[in-house]
T-cell receptor, first 111, second 115 residues
């Protein structure tokens, strides 16, 4: 069966450090992968989309890598700030074009 | 541009009742998708509508249904409510022109509690 796995344990880091979140998937052949941010009580907000042939993509302090051989994406936030505290979700499109989400990883950045 | 709006924001129902949730997408967006979010299962895809046609459906029972109107507004209906239907229901809109590729713009959700 298809699975999208994100670290269920919360990630606690100190302000200014780089946060790295992992998304692993099985039984997908994704052409692209998306990352979203979700704050408590709110809907997810789109952050980045990376194509299978784009190994790495950057947007301001965010960097995403996509390794289709390892079936893994890494999401980095550099110079993290308390305002970056949220749950981060990765999402893949299945063969029926439905967008499937991982359960997300909670990030807490402390001053 | 106004974002995705969902009504109502909160709803309390009892088992066996039915409920209708409404979603107004961003102007110009033709695709509307619905998701159910629970602490245990995370965010799960319910269905997608594009130009008034259901284009995709997730693995949910037939009690969950939806429709889309000519102005792209969408409604989702759940009949014969069960306790397990308690969840945050999220609506997302996108341009929808390239299936699976467009970023999703989510609404704030409707929090449904079934007693």
């Amino acid at each position: 069966s298809q699975k999208i796995e994100q670290n269920s344990e919360a990630l606690n880091i100190q302000e200014g450090k780089t946060a790295t979140l992992t998304c692993n998937y099985t039984n997908y052949s994704p052409a692209y992968l998306q990352w979203y941010r979700q704050d408590p009580g709110r809907g997810p907000v789109f952050l980045l989309l990376i194509r299978e042939n784009e190994k790495e993509k950057r947007k301001e302090r965010l960097k995403v890598t996509f390794d289709t051989t390892l079936k893994q994406s890494l999401f980095h936030i550099t110079a993290s700030q308390p305002a970056d505290s949220a749950t981060y979700l990765c999402a893949l499109v299945d063969s029926g074009y439905a967008l499937n989400f991982g359960k997300g990883t909670s990030l807490l950045v402390t001053p | 541009k106004a974002g995705v709006t969902q009504t109502p924001r909160y709803l309390i129902k009892t088992r066996g009742q039915q409920v209708t949730l409404s979603c107004s997408p961003i102007s110009g967006h033709r695709s509307v998708s619905w998701y159910q979010q629970t602490p245990g299962q995370g965010l799960q895809f319910l269905f997608e509508y594009f130009s008034e046609t259901q284009r995709n459906k997730g693995n949910f029972p037939g009690r969950f249904s939806g429709r889309q109107f000519s102005n792209s507004r969408s409604e989702m209906n759940v009949s014969t409510l069960e306790l397990g239907d308690s969840a945050l229901y999220l609506c997302a809109s996108s341009l929808g022109s390239t299936r699976g590729y467009n970023e999703q713009f989510f609404g704030p959700g409707t929090r449904l509690t079934v007693l």
